[in-house]
């Protein structure tokens, strides 16, 4: 079964405003990673945080972590219509192999 | 461009026929990874690779399923008798460290 489930499933904005993606796991992670899917293509890292760390910047992102209540969340700011895609957390929990599992996924379509 | 590649990136083909793709990754990444996709998921861990070594597979992959890396280069993965609940994307990633680098996948469609 998949590791997180993202909320929303979907989220439709303007462009400019903010977008917030929330991720909730199950079990205790290694680090939680953020990835970004263009429609009919791969995936693209976005941004990676320990589970030691509570915030991490990279750009026009902002990601969150908190262990205890096994959540993490995405923050993009002065989103572009280009930033439309789905949005994938997926957790490491630091077995040998560092396999990812993946959340459902947000939807998100930033309007021009 | 030195990202992961992989090949066909569309596959159709009946029930019942045998199936390979190729995954080339970033060419100093000792780490191999293959995930499924289906419509409107994320991406399922199949199997993994430390070099050319197959150190762990996922209980999705039925024995209809095997995957190599020989030589601990570019990686295959066979599916004997496609069944129609194969049909997905397959993703090949790649890693040094603990970022997964992905190629574009390859879009299985079973008639």
């Known amino acids: 079964s998949q590791q997180g489930e993202e909320d929303p499933q979907a989220l439709s904005i303007q462009e400019g405003e903010n977008a917030t993606m929330n991720c909730s796991y199950k079990?205790?992670?290694?680090?939680l990673q953020w990835y970004r899917q263009n429609s009919g293509r791969g995936l693209v890292h976005l941004i990676l945080?320990?589970?030691?760390?509570r915030e991490k910047h990279s750009g026009r992102l902002r990601v969150t972590l908190d262990t205890s209540k096994k959540s993490s969340s995405l923050l993009i700011t002065a989103s572009r219509a280009a930033d439309t895609a789905s949005y994938f957390c997926?957790?490491?929990?630091?077995?040998?192999?560092?396999?990812?599992?993946f959340g459902t996924g947000t939807r998100l379509t930033v309007i021009p | 461009d030195t990202g992961v590649s992989q090949n066909p990136r569309h596959k159709i083909t009946k029930r019942g026929q045998n199936v390979t793709f190729r995954c080339d990754p970033i060419?100093?990444?000792?780490?191999l990874y293959w995930y499924r996709q289906t419509l409107g998921q994320g991406p399922e861990f199949l199997t993994y690779?430390?070099?050319?070594?197959?150190?762990?597979k996922s209980r999705l992959l039925s024995d209809r399923f095997s995957a190599e890396r020989p030589k601990g280069s570019f990686s295959t993965l066979e599916i004997q008798r496609t069944e129609q609940g194969d049909s997905a994307m397959y993703l090949c990633?790649?890693?040094?460290?603990?970022?997964?680098?992905f190629g574009p996948g390859t879009r299985l469609t079973v008639l």
């Open positions: 060419s100093e990444h000792n780490r």
């Open positions: 997926a957790t490491d929990t630091g077995t040998g192999a560092n396999n990812l599992f």
């Open positions: 945080i320990r589970s030691n760390e």
């Open positions: 690779f430390q070099n050319e070594a197959q150190l762990e």
């Open positions: 079990t205790s992670i290694n680090n």
């Open positions: 990633a790649s890693s040094l460290g603990l970022t997964q680098y």
